[in-house]
């Protein structure tokens, strides 16, 4: 006999919030926005990340970031009707109204100009007028084999009943309840979604579709649960009808496995859509509804996933591939659909994947984030890794009362969020190595759930405000209405990554101007990096006056011949132009790549410099910071140096960027090149030593749904070669596009695509030959200074800088 669906007033007209919305529409998070701006083709590994928002669009809200010469407008931006409910809800709770008013073209928060919020802090450290969700009244004891009644993946029910009162208190909920019922609405119109193949079942398969599904059922399960009204249930099921191959539209129904085992990542996000949808409506399915939806997940998700945990197909559970985002992606989906169907299902196959995929998790994933919170593989590939270890990590939780042990694994996993907040750039992240492209299902949101384990607000507070925040149901039930105050307030403006496989460091003049200065870098050993780094020691970007000056190209084409072959020296992935050394921002020696297996020694200074509470801070003149980097293991040298040093100056106004060239080097090498690239326009001086570079249009088509947009102004740096740098080294230009100066591609077998074209991308250089190295003294420097054309300059943002050796830099050795 079918069981009837729940009735009920709707949740949702409890809620006193208008749905009528300007949504953050093609926010970015931030992963390759400012990054260099090339082809990118559709057809990748697609493992990057974005918010996915939908919605209406609208006319942008006035408003820029505090600052001299501050341009930063908001592009998007929310209806004066939400705002004017979110700012009630925060006199409701007594807690924090909005502190942005809207975001920027990079997807960053612009800052309301009078925020003074204080220190970070959340209910253990004070009181909130906040409705309790009262005491869990599930019983749990931690085993696998006495779980939470249905729903009990991520959102427990008794969650669910206190949620309304939730969001009518709290800014921050009503903002991500509305958005989520605007993406459900947009999206419930649409059809199923599209059986569509990326680059053949091995390439990159169905990974989007899988995602895209799970993004819609986790929305319209969300619009379900909030208002009891059936059509929400309705769609969610003609949706997973279509996605299991179930009806006559063609999903894959001509494959052994309809959501492709044989590339596993879509089998793991299909299998935790489906989880997601079973569980969180488990009270609306009918008899017949759940057996089909059991059926599926176990034929489709779990039995494949047996398959692979038992023989050498799961390759991503093996020692040496284990600790990349292939190993949180593959368990989490597998360990949320055991958990949906366990107690639902006699087969025993729930308590098999439970046994496997828990303890390599542990061994795997877990493992991903290296002692100081840097991730394994790249900053954009931490959203995607770190996004389904947060979903493991919270449905084990509530389903069984305790994570099984995961976190325990490596107690610095928290420390993962600091490195995405410092990985975050003015105009995006520091995106070397592989992104992906950014859309559907991931996004930094377990800094949520990982605030709340670590009892460390900081980190919800600072992703609160970002434009990935919004529209992910998840995030309501992570995030702690108790947190208050600034996440800048008392935060260092500088960190160094000290662990040698991903070592790098960031600086910055101000955490809430993104006008101001960024600047990262990176020298780090090339391998243990799953096949997306590349031979980069060195490379760095700089931000300034809202836009990137030296960026980087991400991902290359991931539908080349032997693009992840492997890491090693001889490996056709560095081949292609944007993994090896001369797509990066770095010296090239001799015209070959650096070396893979290298051991750079780095150093680091910092004043320590931590923002105040307010969001017109102003670092001071002696406020400094450096970087350098014994990178001469990169180069395969018997003798002499390579060494590279950046620092910022002048109240971090202007950095300064220092190579020194030992005469092991001077006197052997045939050839140096200094190389940078940059979506800016350059014009030289007449004598070859100043560049100029110029920016207004933004056009990215590696953003989430792409990003085409201009400054409000053009925009000027100033980048000058200065002494002792020898009188020969000169600025050369090469491009747009830029093009290879060594080597050729690897012979593209039919239907591979090889090098992209780096369509509007310059490489400024200086290029110094066998002769001027031989005639220079050693150590052979070149210095190089880059001087942004503020708004309000004054003659110190022009003066030229200490000649000091790498070796003498302290955080004063330029005052």
Same mark, same amino acid.
């Given at each position: 006999?079918?069981?009837?669906?729940?009735?009920?007033?709707?949740?949702?007209?409890?809620?006193?919030? =208008?749905?009528?919305?300007?949504?953050?529409?093609?926010?970015?998070v931030g992963g390759v926005v400012g990054g260099i701006v090339g082809n990118k083709n559709k057809n990748s590994d697609s493992n990057g990340s974005g918010n996915g928002n939908s919605g209406s669009g609208g006319s942008?809200?006035?408003? @820029?970031?505090?600052?001299?010469?501050?341009?930063?407008?908001?592009?998007?931006?929310?209806?004066?009707?939400?705002?004017?409910?979110?700012?009630?809800?925060?006199?409701?709770?007594?807690?924090?109204?909005?502190?942005?008013?809207?975001?920027?073209?990079?997807?960053?928060?612009?800052?309301?100009?009078?925020?003074?919020?204080?220190?970070?802090?959340?209910?253990?450290?004070?009181?909130?007028?906040? =409705?309790?969700?009262?005491?869990?009244?599930?019983?749990?004891?931690?085993?696998?084999?006495?779980?939470?009644?249905?729903?009990?993946?991520?959102?427990?029910?008794?969650?669910?009943?206190?949620?309304?009162?939730?969001?009518?208190?709290?800014?921050?909920?009503?903002?991500?309840?509305?958005?989520?019922?605007?993406?459900?609405?947009?999206?419930?119109?649409?059809?199923?979604?599209?059986?569509?193949?990326?680059?053949?079942?091995?390439?990159?398969?169905?990974?989007?579709?899988?995602?895209?599904?799970?993004?819609?059922?986790?929305?319209?399960?969300?619009?379900?649960?909030?208002?009891?009204?059936?059509?929400?249930?309705?769609?969610?099921?003609?949706?997973?009808?279509?996605?299991?191959?179930?009806?006559?539209?063609?999903?894959?129904?001509?494959?052994?496995?309809?959501?492709?085992?044989?590339?596993?990542?879509?089998?793991?996000?299909?299998?935790?859509?489906?989880?997601?949808?079973?569980?969180?409506?488990?009270?609306?399915?009918?008899?017949?509804?759940?057996?089909?939806?059991?059926?599926?997940?176990?034929?489709?998700?779990?039995?494949?996933?047996?398959?692979?945990?038992?023989?050498?197909?799961?390759?991503?559970?093996?020692?040496?591939?284990?600790?990349?985002?292939?190993?949180?992606?593959?368990?989490?989906?597998?360990?949320?659909?055991?958990?949906?169907?366990?107690?639902?299902?006699?087969?025993?196959?729930?308590?098999?994947?439970?046994?496997?995929?828990?303890?390599?998790?542990?061994?795997?994933?877990?493992?991903?984030?290296?002692?100081?919170?840097?991730?394994?593989?790249?900053?954009?590939?931490?959203?995607?890794?770190?996004?389904?270890?947060?979903?493991?990590?919270?449905?084990?939780?509530?389903?069984?009362?305790?994570?099984?042990?995961?976190?325990?694994?490596?107690?610095?996993?928290?420390?993962?969020?600091?490195?995405?907040?410092?990985?975050?750039?003015?105009?995006?992240?520091?995106?070397?190595?592989?992104?992906?492209?950014?859309?559907?299902?991931?996004?930094?949101?377990?800094?949520?759930?990982?605030?709340?384990?670590?009892?460390?607000?900081?980190?919800?507070?600072?992703?609160?405000?970002?434009?990935?925040?919004?529209?992910? =149901?998840?995030?309501?039930?992570?995030?702690d209405p108790s947190v208050k105050g600034a996440f800048w307030s008392g935060l260092a403006l500088d960190r160094f990554f000290s662990y040698g496989e991903g070592s790098w460091a960031s600086m910055r003049s101000s955490?809430?101007?993104?006008?101001?200065?960024?600047?990262?870098?990176?020298?780090?050993?090339?391998?243990?990096?799953?096949?997306?780094?590349?031979?980069?020691?060195?490379?760095?970007?700089?931000?300034?006056?809202?836009?990137?000056?030296?960026?980087?190209?991400?991902?290359?084409?991931?539908?080349?011949?032997?693009?992840?072959?492997?890491?090693?020296?001889?490996?056709?992935?560095?081949?292609?132009?944007?993994?090896?050394?001369?797509?990066?921002?770095?010296?090239?020696?001799?015209?070959?790549?650096?070396?893979?297996?290298?051991?750079?020694?780095?150093?680091?200074?910092? @004043?320590?410099?931590?923002?105040?509470?307010?969001?017109?801070?102003?670092?001071?003149?002696?406020?400094?910071?450096?970087?350098?980097?014994?990178?001469?293991?990169?180069?395969?040298?018997?003798?002499?140096?390579?060494?590279?040093?950046?620092?910022?100056?002048?109240?971090?106004?202007?950095?300064?960027?220092?190579?020194?060239?030992?005469?092991?080097?001077?006197?052997?090498?045939?050839?140096?090149?200094?190389?940078?690239?940059?979506?800016?326009?350059?014009?030289?001086?007449?004598?070859?030593?100043?560049?100029?570079?110029?920016?207004?249009?933004?056009?990215?088509?590696?953003?989430?749904?792409?990003?085409?947009?201009?400054?409000?102004?053009?925009?000027?740096?100033?980048?000058?070669?200065?002494?002792?740098?020898?009188?020969?080294?000169?600025?050369?230009?090469?491009?747009?596009?830029?093009?290879?100066?060594?080597? @050729?591609?690897?012979?593209?077998?039919?239907?591979?695509?090889?090098?992209?074209?780096?369509?509007?991308? @310059?490489?400024?250089?200086?290029?110094?030959?066998?002769?001027?190295?031989?005639?220079?003294?050693?150590?052979?420097?070149?210095?190089?200074?880059?001087?942004?054309?503020?708004?309000?300059?004054?003659?110190?943002?022009?003066?030229? =800088?200490?000649?000091?050796?790498?070796?003498?830099?302290?955080?004063?050795?330029?005052?």
């Amino acid at each position: 006999m079918e069981k009837p669906r729940r009735k009920g007033l709707p949740r949702w007209a409890k809620i006193a919030i =208008p749905i009528a919305l300007l949504i953050i529409v093609a926010a970015v998070v931030g992963g390759v926005v400012g990054g260099i701006v090339g082809n990118k083709n559709k057809n990748s590994d697609s493992n990057g990340s974005g918010n996915g928002n939908s919605g209406s669009g609208g006319s942008p809200t006035a408003g @820029t970031s505090p600052g001299a010469g501050a341009i930063r407008s908001v592009t998007n931006s929310y209806s004066n009707a939400l705002i004017a409910a979110a700012s009630k809800a925060a006199q409701a709770g007594g807690g924090n109204d909005l502190t942005f008013t809207g975001t920027d073209v990079y997807g960053n928060p612009v800052f309301k100009t009078g925020n003074n919020l204080g220190t970070p802090s959340s209910a253990n450290s004070r009181r909130r007028a906040l =409705p309790s969700c009262g005491a869990d009244p599930a019983n749990l004891s931690g085993s696998l084999s006495n779980l939470r009644p249905h729903p009990r993946i991520i959102a427990p029910d008794y969650e669910w009943q206190c949620l309304p009162s939730r969001i009518n208190s709290d800014a921050y909920l009503t903002i991500y309840n509305a958005t989520v019922f605007a993406n459900a609405t947009a999206w419930y119109s649409m059809p199923p979604t599209n059986y569509s193949i990326d680059g053949g079942f091995t390439g990159s398969g169905i990974l989007d579709v899988s995602r895209e599904v799970q993004q819609r059922v986790r929305a319209w399960a969300y619009a379900a649960r909030m208002t009891n009204d059936t059509k929400w249930v309705d769609r969610t099921w003609k949706e997973l009808q279509v996605a299991a191959a179930n009806t006559s539209t063609y999903f894959g129904q001509d494959q052994p496995t309809p959501w492709n085992a044989q590339h596993f990542l879509d089998t793991a996000e299909m299998t935790a859509a489906f989880a997601i949808a079973y569980d969180w409506l488990y009270a609306d399915w009918n008899n017949t509804q759940r057996a089909y939806i059991v059926d599926w997940i176990k034929k489709w998700g779990l039995q494949p996933g047996v398959e692979a945990y038992t023989t050498s197909a799961g390759w991503w559970k093996l020692p040496g591939n284990n600790n990349g985002n292939w190993n949180c992606v593959c368990n989490s989906g597998m360990i949320l659909g055991a958990l949906a169907i366990s107690g639902d299902d006699d087969s025993g196959i729930a308590d098999q994947i439970l046994g496997s995929a828990i303890p390599n998790m542990k061994e795997g994933c877990m493992t991903g984030v290296y002692p100081d919170g840097t991730w394994s593989e790249t900053a954009n590939y931490w959203y995607f890794g770190s996004n389904a270890q947060a979903r493991a990590v919270s449905a084990l939780t509530t389903a069984t009362g305790t994570d099984q042990g995961l976190m325990n694994t490596n107690p610095n996993w928290s420390k993962t969020g600091y490195f995405h907040m410092f990985v975050s750039g003015m105009a995006g992240m520091f995106a070397y190595g592989d992104n992906g492209p950014n859309k559907y299902s991931t996004n930094a949101n377990g800094m949520f759930l990982w605030s709340k384990l670590s009892s460390d607000p900081r980190l919800a507070l600072f992703q609160r405000d970002r434009a990935d925040a919004a529209g992910d =149901p998840l995030s309501l039930f992570w995030y702690d209405p108790s947190v208050k105050g600034a996440f800048w307030s008392g935060l260092a403006l500088d960190r160094f990554f000290s662990y040698g496989e991903g070592s790098w460091a960031s600086m910055r003049s101000s955490w809430t101007d993104f006008e101001g200065t960024y600047v990262a870098i990176k020298a780090s050993n090339g391998t243990g990096h799953q096949a997306h780094g590349d031979l980069d020691a060195g490379d760095f970007v700089i931000d300034a006056l809202g836009t990137r000056w030296a960026g980087e190209y991400g991902s290359g084409n991931y539908l080349s011949t032997d693009y992840f072959q492997s890491e090693a020296q001889d490996s056709p992935r560095w081949e292609y132009y944007r993994k090896g050394t001369q797509g990066q921002n770095t010296l090239v020696l001799n015209n070959q790549n650096q070396e893979a297996n290298c051991q750079p020694v780095n150093t680091f200074g910092s @004043t320590n410099v931590t923002q105040d509470s307010t969001v017109t801070f102003k670092a001071a003149t002696t406020d400094a910071a450096y970087f350098v980097t014994d990178m001469s293991s990169a180069y395969g040298l018997s003798s002499g140096s390579v060494k590279r040093g950046i620092r910022m100056l002048n109240a971090r106004r202007q950095i300064l960027l220092q190579d020194e060239l030992g005469s092991g080097v001077a006197g052997t090498s045939t050839s140096v090149q200094w190389r940078v690239q940059t979506n800016a326009t350059v014009v030289l001086s007449q004598d070859k030593r100043t560049a100029t570079l110029t920016l207004q249009k933004i056009v990215d088509p590696n953003a989430a749904y792409g990003l085409s947009t201009s400054l409000e102004k053009q925009r000027t740096m100033v980048v000058k070669i200065v002494d002792p740098t020898p009188a020969g080294a000169v600025f050369s230009t090469q491009g747009p596009p830029a093009t290879r100066i060594y080597g @050729t591609m690897p012979p593209q077998t039919q239907g591979e695509q090889g090098d992209q074209p780096n369509t509007g991308v @310059t490489v400024l250089s200086i290029n110094l030959d066998a002769s001027t190295l031989s005639s220079a003294s050693a150590p052979v420097t070149i210095s190089v200074l880059w001087q942004p054309q503020w708004d309000d300059l004054s003659s110190a943002d022009s003066a030229l =800088p200490k000649q000091v050796d790498l070796s003498d830099w302290t955080v004063t050795s330029h005052n």
